[in-house]
């Protein structure tokens, strides 16, 4: 059973309260990202925040620990309950997310492969596995492992045992089913095959009901 994540690329404040109030109570969780930040402002948060519902901020952070820190605390100052990070900067860069989010009550997610094909040039295989590894040693909440891959969600799930959670991109639009990950995941990511559905509502509680 799989929790269902939108991830909310829409721009601007309309859009993402009508896809919002639209998809209410058939979610777990709202991923965001750059495209709805840049086109609104992190004040977003707090307006989604305002449905009850977690908001995790996928900025995918890249930086050294320094200015790792300094995106925790805008990040959670703003409302986020998580925050998703890239691991190939290291394990110290990796620690100031993970150490930034608990220190804010918080949780880290921690991009382990990518679900998009260029992902097999350098975020997957070995790179992937050492990235799990890693993200497990720092205490982590959780990693990101690709829908569009299962086997390879597989492998990353027994890389990091079943105290972490695996949140799994890449199903809808990308071509994954729910039905390929749920077994291995904690929740599926979903964006596009909702938020441009011409109900977004009736997609979502599919997602939801096929996660399950
Ligand atoms: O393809 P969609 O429209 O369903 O959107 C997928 C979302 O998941 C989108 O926000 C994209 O940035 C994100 N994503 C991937 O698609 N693949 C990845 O490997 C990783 C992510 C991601 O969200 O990373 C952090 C969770």
């Known amino acids: 059973m799989a929790e269902l994540l939108l991830a909310l690329d829409v721009k601007g404040r309309e859009e993402a309260a009508r896809v919002a109030l639209a998809c209410e109570g058939e979610l777990d969780a709202i991923k965001i990202g750059y495209p709805l930040v840049l086109s609104t402002g992190l004040g977003i948060v707090k307006e989604l925040a305002k449905a009850n519902i977690p908001i995790i901020a996928d900025f995918k952070v890249a930086d050294i620990p320094n200015t790792n820190a300094l995106i925790c605390e805008e990040v959670f100052a703003a409302g986020c309950s998580g925050i998703i990070t890239h691991a190939f900067c290291g394990s110290d860069s990796l620690l100031a997310i993970v150490d930034g989010a608990h220190d804010h009550g918080g949780s880290a997610f921690v991009v382990c492969e990518m679900s998009h094909p260029g992902a097999l040039d350098f975020l997957s295989g070995a ?43 890449g199903v809808g639009a990308q071509g994954a089913q729910p ?14 095959a909702i938020y441009e559905s011409a109900d977004p509502g009736k997609a979502a509680h599919e997602f939801r009901v096929r996660a399950l």
């Open 127 to 169: 790179n992937a596995e050492r990235m799990a590894k890693m993200a497990k040693e720092s205490g982590a909440d959780g990693i990101i492992a690709p829908a569009t891959r299962p086997d390879r969600t597989a492998v990353l799930r027994s890389v990091i045992g079943g105290s972490m959670k695996i949140y799994s991109p």
């Open 179 to 192: 039905e390929d990950v749920k077994k291995y995941v904690d929740g599926i990511i979903v964006g596009r």
